[in-house]
């Protein structure tokens, strides 16, 4: 390695220099310590990698402001609004159909504070999460049908690790009349 490119990487300022910069301790009071660190160690791992291809050494300032802006990258939340333009409606790549405003409304009532997820109120006891959805389902097995729809697993077929399913019978359940793809009019 060439004396210039080893005086460049001697150059680089150490972490616990860089962390009292005014830009890095911002962003240790904004994102905090383990991202912080995550992103000086890729700055610097950068900038090691920069000098050895011929780029010049950044200052100490500018390695903490590159430090502020990748601190602000990485806290950024990993799912975030996005615009489906594909023209497909329910897009898996994009999560899920939109909610509608009053379910959205209803989760973040209850998102708020503490909801009865687990606990049976009836008998004063821990309940299960599934019997929220479960009494839903009874309700809609109840209702008028008027088409039925059967939900099975084709026998033998694949997982993604190479494995099969086993067969599963799953019961037969009705739609109402009300949800049934008769009752919407058809899309333009």
Not at 41 to 59: C, H, K, Q, V, Y
């Amino acid at each position: 390695m060439p004396a210039e490119v080893r005086d460049r990487l001697r150059s680089i300022p150490a972490a616990h220099e860089l962390l009292a910069e005014w830009p890095v301790m911002k962003a240790v009071g904004d994102a905090g310590d383990m991202i912080v660190r995550e992103a000086i160690d890729a700055e610097l791992d950068a900038e090691r990698e920069a000098i050895r291809s011929g780029t010049p050494a950044r200052n100490k300032r500018e390695l903490a402001l590159a430090i502020e802006q990748r601190c602000h990258r990485l806290s950024l939340p990993t799912l975030r609004p996005a615009v489906n333009a594909t023209g497909v409606v329910i897009h898996t790549n994009l999560g899920r159909a939109p909610l509608a405003p009053a379910a959205v409304q209803a989760v973040t009532d209850v998102a708020r504070g503490y909801s009865m997820l687990e606990y049976d109120v009836a008998t004063c006891a821990r309940g299960g999460r599934k019997e929220h959805a479960a009494r839903l389902l009874r309700k809609l097995r109840e209702a008028q049908c008027e088409e039925v729809v059967e939900l099975q697993v084709v026998e033998g077929a694949s997982t993604p690790g190479g494995g099969s399913l086993p067969t599963v019978e799953l019961p037969t359940f009705c739609v109402p009349s009300a949800l049934s793809m008769g009752a919407y009019p058809p899309m333009a």
